[in-house]
């Protein structure tokens, strides 16, 4: 599919740039993760007039959401706050979860179970989807700033590489506001979700295992942004937590749409 | 007319500043020393002059280039009141190719101080509007000049040659910039009287900081500086409880052991809540102890580190030197080709043999009626058509030379005198010589 290969190329634009530490390729890189989100999005609406809903019947469409809301706030990230340094992951990050949706989708008609026919079901989804987008970014933006203080401190600083390359504190800022956003998304994801809930099942909460995770990565997530409102964790511990809780989250994702197929898992994202 | 351009200069090289300084122009005073060279000196028939502290250079188009550069020399001397034999040996002289060269190799800044430092170009973009005021640039000096000018901007483009930091502070300034993303709300702190410090905070704090603080042993020079540089004097005895508000700590205080150590500086790290911090240690003995540098957030670099930056800012610059000084050849050769189609000789060898082949060719459809004249006869057809044809060329090649002398269509005019005669092209390439005759340069930058 057109869009995978776009997202392929971009990343593999991105890495040679970063590899040989000039920034020739970056332009195109950016066009075409644009033109990639372009024919993503057209996929995903063909996808949705089919089900009649935002494509998310499955784990593997809702990865492929995910890819795509990645993307697009990646995009708005390198572009509006010219920060092409973190293409180098977001564009291999968007083109691996893409590859996984592609690799495991069903070609199947794919029918919503009726109890999950909602307006709710757009809302609480794409959430908690743009919630992890986001936290897929902060962990983009971390590792970049990880990569640039270990230059710093080991005096490596000055070269034609980091140039024009964003500093410290930017990439610091950036990650705080993108926990920031996705915590609040999160946030909401669950109240849409236990709204919804309460609306369909007449309970709040049931402890499903998506549930119950969400939860743990909600309180890990308020931790690591407590930590630096109160005593200043900020700078490379903060980044460092900002992958660790990345792992965390893709292993509950994953872990839980595939091993604990509650009502969550077993139908959709 | 196969003119051709000069160069008669001295530079950072070939002279010490106390010469350089008494041969240098006044930047006011360069469009009438431009008119005070042309008329002492009648071989030069273009010139453009750089007078920058590195250099002075006239840079010129001649027929004869040894005459145009001796004649340049004797005006050096007699306007800069400065005797011939004194600076004879310190100058060089190039022509042609070499000229040429030189020229790019300026702009390009190969031939500075610091290798790839910018300003070079601005003041030869003055010195060719100086000239131009000056009205002694002709048709070679301007495409010299904005030829000159595309390839420092090719070189600036395609290699490296302006990257890094050159100097102490300005590698510590360029540290800052990649720790902070603005210095606009940061506090700089000056400690001690050391020169490199003071010029560091100098720079800081012509880019904008929220406040600087200067203390010092002798209070009365920390006030003195703060009044200098609009900042606070703090007392030395009482400086340590500002830390916790320092953004950029400078440090070049005297002392055999270092002022700061770790244990009181973690409670300072703690106390401004890990917000990143930059240390530059100018200081000789080091005045923050180095396991500063492991604090969370802490950045410590003392002179060492800043000059081994500043060395391999240097090394990268030579080694994008080399790229650059290929695109020099690369353009140098492009320009000589232009400069060749200037040259009227083989225009005038076409034409000459185009016309003549005419006479042959037409004469030689003759013969047949020519068999029934004469040897007399026959003598008088032959110079009744030599005349003819000389007539013609006459009137062609001079109304070309004229035009020659007039330079700006030269190309131009051989070209259509070519082309009506049916002249055979060589192998010159004249579509570049007017292609490109008129255009400022810059076109061929953006081409690439």
């Known amino acids: ?269 | 007319m196969d003119q051709t351009l000069f160069i008669v200069g001295i530079n950072h090289r070939s002279a010490a500043v106390a010469l350089r300084e008494r041969l240098a122009f006044a930047e006011d005073d360069i469009v009438a020393a431009l008119g005070r060279l042309r008329e002492s000196s009648p071989a030069v028939a273009e010139a453009a002059l750089i007078s920058t502290c590195n250099r002075v250079e006239v840079v010129g188009v001649a027929t004869d280039a040894a005459r145009a550069a001796e004649e340049t020399l004797k005006f050096l001397a007699t306007d800069r009141s400065v005797a011939q034999d004194e600076f004879a040996d310190a100058t060089y002289s190039f022509a042609g190719r070499d000229a040429a060269r030189h020229l790019f190799r300026v702009g390009a800044s190969l031939d500075s101080m610091v290798v790839g430092e910018p300003q070079i170009l601005g003041q030869l973009k003055l010195s060719y509007a100086q000239a131009a005021e000056a009205h002694s640039v002709g048709l070679i000096l301007h495409r010299a000049f904005h030829k000159a000018f595309s390839v420092a901007k090719r070189v600036r483009k395609g290699t490296l040659i302006g990257h890094g930091s050159v100097s102490i502070s300005t590698a510590a300034v360029a540290l800052a910039g990649q720790i902070f993303d603005t210095l606009k709300d940061k506090t700089v702190m000056l400690m001690g009287a050391g020169k490199m410090a003071e010029l560091t905070a100098r720079q800081l704090n012509a880019l904008g900081i929220e406040s600087l603080l200067i203390t010092s042993r002798t209070f009365d020079r920390a006030v003195a500086l703060a009044r200098d540089l609009g900042g606070t004097a703090v007392p030395y005895d009482n400086y340590k409880p500002y830390l916790k508000i320092v953004d950029v700590l400078i440090g070049s205080v005297s002392s055999t052991r270092p002022i700061l150590g770790p244990d009181e500086f973690e409670s300072v790290v703690r106390e401004r809540r890990y917000r990143p911090m930059f240390l530059i240690d100018m200081g000789v003995p080091r005045n923050f102890d180095v396991r500063l540098n492991a604090l969370q957030n802490v950045y410590l670099y003392d002179i060492d580190d800043l000059g081994a930056l500043v060395q391999r800012s240097l090394g990268d610059r030579e080694r994008e030197a080399e790229k650059a000084e290929q695109i020099v050849e690369l353009e140098l050769e492009s320009f000589l080709k232009w400069l060749a189609g200037l040259d009227l000789t083989p225009t005038i060898k076409d034409i000459r043999y185009s016309v003549e082949r005419l006479r042959d060719d037409e004469l030689g459809r003759a013969r047949g009626w020519m068999a029934q004249l004469g040897p007399a006869e026959r003598e008088r057809v032959e110079l009744l058509t030599r005349g003819l044809t000389n007539k013609l060329l006459h009137r062609i090649l001079s109304g070309l030379k004229q035009r020659g002398d007039k330079t700006l269509d030269a190309a131009f005019a051989a070209e259509v005198a070519r082309r009506l005669l049916g002249a055979e092209f060589d192998a010159q390439d004249d579509h570049d010589a007017f292609d490109d005759a008129g255009d400022d340069g810059d076109d061929d930058a953006d081409a690439d």
């Open chain 1, 1 to 269: 599919m057109p869009a995978l290969a776009c997202y392929a190329l971009s990343a593999a634009l991105f890495m040679f740039d970063r590899s040989s530490g000039r920034t020739r390729a970056t332009g195109y890189a950016v066009a075409i993760l644009g033109a990639g989100a372009i024919f993503h999005a057209l996929d995903l609406t063909a996808r949705g007039l089919q089900a009649g809903n935002i494509p998310v019947a499955n784990f593997p469409q809702a990865l492929s959401f995910l890819a795509w809301l990645t993307a697009l706030a990646g995009l708005l990230l390198i572009v509006r706050l010219r920060l092409a340094v973190i293409g180098a992951f977001v564009a291999p990050a968007v083109t691996l979860a893409l590859g996984a949706a592609s690799l495991t989708t069903s070609s199947g008609h794919l029918v919503l179970p009726e109890t999950l026919r909602s307006v709710w079901l757009p809302i609480h989804v794409t959430l908690a989807i743009l919630g992890y987008s986001m936290f897929v970014l902060a962990a983009s933006v971390s590792i970049v700033y990880l990569a640039f203080e270990s230059r710093l401190k080991s005096k490596r600083a000055i070269g034609p590489v980091n140039e024009g390359a964003p500093s410290l504190e930017k990439l610091d800022r950036i990650n705080y506001h993108l926990l920031g956003w996705g915590f609040a998304m999160l946030s909401l994801a669950i109240v849409s979700g236990a709204i919804w809930a309460d609306a369909t099942w007449g309970h709040f909460w049931s402890w499903d295992p998506k549930e119950s995770w969400s939860l743990v990565i909600w309180i890990l997530y308020a931790g690591l942004l407590e930590s630096r409102l109160t005593v200043g964790w900020r700078g490379r511990r903060a980044a460092a937590l900002t992958i660790v809780l990345l792992g965390v989250l893709v292993g509950s994702f994953v872990g839980v749409n595939l091993i604990f197929p509650g009502k969550h898992g077993g139908s959709f994202g």
